[in-house]
């Protein structure tokens, strides 16, 4: 497979439309970014969206390049971010979609791009979102036994010790 | 498989520990085995998890730029300069051309250095003990001219926001000329030894054989990926750095098994020395270091997401600033992650001694995966 120098991929807003034709009226935001443009959809279409980008001929984006979640306790939300690359148009492009700090769920894509597998389990392991589908949604950084999301914010680092049980002078 | 009937066989489970001389770093799998072949795996990675994107998130950008450095050991310049191009993005800062040729050509020759250690350790896991030392022997080499000027052999804490931290000593540029006369006679030793061995060939030739488009699913990168056919390499096809006035034609190959990836990094040290040279030759003069960069910056509220291609693969990092001078997220993009979470699919059905070959081929390092 050879991938030529900049080939065109499609402006966002183009796909924006292609998305809301056959997905639906999911797009929330289409936003050319300071640097890598984005895509805010609701919740519940990240799995429909990911299907749309792996199989859809024109789009092409055939690289999940990582999944994360940026905390804003603030805004009372936790933003899943979802990556996408093209190896044939070389575009990039982030799907974020917003969800409940507290128990934020999605539908797990793990059966589209086989890269989500480890790539959800992270997320869940170190923010707290479960992924429904998601076929073996289990802990993958922290040791187990491990209480709590640690990327999360409010996760108080300083509080935490390993293995309390373990410790000396208990 | 031809069963006895009348013989009870049962699946019996085997913990490849996490301490293990071939899972190159602490990685543990429980392997489901039927007799010699393998039913089923089961990965189990986080033993080296040191939270380094939560510390990231408490830490000034410039008290960070060390332990950037660490995040993957062996690719250090790589890391660190991911770190330090996110924030020149952001914050807008020009690298001086010189400094841009400084760090491409260390950075090629931390390349050299991790694929040395591939080629030495590969060879050790099927059990040829000689091409360990040798591939040491190289990269005492690249360690030395890194050391006389960075001061360090392996963590080198070498980029500074908007260039590098020194210029190259007087010592430098002879030692450099004896490296590149040496270097590619000693690569061709390298070759002569294993590439047609005949217990090297049977151990890697066909084993583990990867389709590229199911490696692009997995998110694979790197020479992994180049091994199966996907040419990709962001030093052409998005260039950074010097690349773009260097260039640069990846290696790619088209049958992807464990030969074949050990085969492109063999390769890629000789591009890497090529490079190399094409750097010191046309080092152009000027500033190390853009003047006037903060020491302390405050990066302007954004994101971006800065990628290099590091020894393992497409390694990024997706940064978010709120304008502090601390990062908001700092997500690490490792290509082990993704290249390892594979491994379960890889495995099935190979037998005991092919687990060895399948991810040494790998050239996963664990604090990538773990971070």
Known sequence: ?170 | MPTDTAIHTQEFQVNMGPQHPSTHGVFRMVLTMDGERVVDSEPHVGFLHRSMEKMAENRLYIQFLPMADRIDYLSSLFCAAAHCEAVEQLMEIEVPPRAKYLRTMFMELNRIASHCIFFGVFALDLGAVTPFLYGFRERELTMDLLEMTTGQRMTFNYLRFGGVAADLPDSFFPAAEKFLKVFPGRITDYERILNENEIFLARTKGVGVVDGARAVNYGWSGPNLRASGVDFDLRRNMPYEAYGELGYEPVVLTRGDCYDRYLARILEMRASHALIKKCLEGLPDGPTVKEKVPKFPKVPAGEVYARVESPRGDYGLYLVSDGADKPYRYKLRTPSFNNLSMIREMLRGVYLADIVPIFGSLDVILPDVDR
Not at chain 1, 1 to 13: I, K, N, S, T, V
Request: glycine share 8%; aromatic share 12%; no cysteine.
């Open chain 1, 1 to 170: 497979m050879r991938f030529g120098p900049h080939m065109a991929g499609l402006p966002l807003e183009q796909i924006a439309d292609k998305i809301k034709d056959a997905v639906g009226d999911v797009v929330v935001d289409v936003n050319e970014g300071d640097r890598v443009p984005f895509l805010r959809v609701e919740a519940g279409a990240v799995a429909r969206v990911a299907r749309f980008f792996r199989d859809d001929g024109e789009l092409a984006f055939d690289f999940l390049m990582y999944i994360t979640a940026v905390d804003f306790p603030d805004e009372d939300k936790l933003t899943l971010v979802y990556h996408y690359f093209s190896y044939r148009d070389e575009q990039s492009l982030m799907v974020k979609a917003d969800v409940p700090r507290r128990g934020g769920a999605a539908r797990s894509i793990a059966h589209i791009y086989a890269a989500a597998d480890w790539l959800e389990r992270e997320v869940y392991d170190l923010f707290g979102v479960t992924f429904e589908g998601h076929p073996n949604l289990t802990r993958i950084l922290t040791p187990e036994g491990f209480e709590g999301h640690p990327l999360l914010k409010d996760f108080a680092s300083e509080d935490y010790v390993p293995f309390p049980d373990k410790m000396p002078g208990k």
